[in-house]
């Protein structure tokens, strides 16, 4: 049984990291493919990647609040519904309620990052394979045995990448693109305050790379250093305040 796992962003990245132990530590006749390549920049999907798809049996996405902001994560969805025997595709909710998904997601059955999801899912993965499935009360013993590794990956990632509160996200981009509209501007921005923008496609609307600047700064901790570079630009000296006013609360969330 081949298994493609699918992740975008750093978040998702190290639970798809320790997802591929676990699924290997659980069902040794499993074989796991994990690109460590980010999708974002769209490079994923060349020739290694079409033979990858070619021969696998199963797919799961790492789904997380970041990832679904990307619309590489919904391209990738498509082409593993597509390419994948059977359809057999899982999307794995880390930090994102089912109600919360795109539409392209509602086609597959869905498991929460919890224990008794991720034991469905191995059972159902052990299902598919047939003649090779182990005998659940083994599988059992296994799951049990190496859960906690992968419960201990969740947690400190839900922990570290916190998500930033909703009323703040909903300031932010009522407030920045309304005085940054130009793409090439939120891109220098970006760079200055050292956040990776081949995360972020500059591909669309002002409005929604903001949405992703706000997500990707949030992931690796730049939002108050973003915001910082923009208080102190005197070509946007009228905007200080509203500019430090943000960085403010950005500070009291990093820091509660």
Known sequence: MKIFLSWSGEKAKHVATAMKVFLQDVNHRTIVWFS?????AGERWGLQLATELESTDYGIICVTQESIQSPWVLFEAGALAKSVKGGRVCPYLIDVRVSQLP????QFQTKLATKSDTWELLQAINFAMADEALPEERLSRYFDNFWPDLELVLSRVNREFQELPQDLRTELLETLPQIFYIVRDIE????EAGIPIWEINLNQAAVHVWREVIQVATTYKK???LLNQMANDRAYAAYKDRFT???DKVRAWYQP
């Open 188 to 191: 220098w921005k970006a760079v």
């Open 245 to 247: 006013t943000l960085r």
């Open 223 to 225: 939002l108050e250093e």
């Open 103 to 106: 539409g392209p997601f509602s």
């Open 36 to 40: 460590p390549s980010d999708i974002y």
